[in-house]
């Protein structure tokens, strides 16, 4: 069964991926090992998850504020 993401997994699936490479690509070559990699995909993912709620609940927040103004 194909599972088709909505907008926000879209992203926050993207993010996570692009900030895993990143991490990696950090990495000496000798720690570039499974263990770490599977640690970093992990971390990068939840670490996406919360960047982004973060910023939404910031910027709704603000926007909020600015209702009240």
């Known amino acids: 069964m194909d599972k088709k993401l909505t907008v926000l997994e879209e992203?926050?699936?993207?993010?996570g991926e692009e900030?895993?490479?990143?991490?990696?690509?950090?990495?000496?070559?000798?720690?570039?090992?499974?263990?770490?990699?599977?640690?970093?995909?992990?971390?990068?993912?939840e670490t996406a998850i919360w960047v982004i709620q973060t910023?939404?609940?910031k910027f709704n927040d603000a926007a909020d504020e600015l209702k009240g103004e």
Do not use: P, V
């Open 11 to 15: 992203i926050i699936k993207d993010i």
């Open 19 to 45: 900030l895993y490479q990143k991490w990696y690509n950090a990495l000496a070559i000798e720690d570039r090992t499974e263990e770490a990699s599977k640690a970093m995909a992990a971390n990068a993912g």
């Open 55 to 57: 910023f939404m609940n």
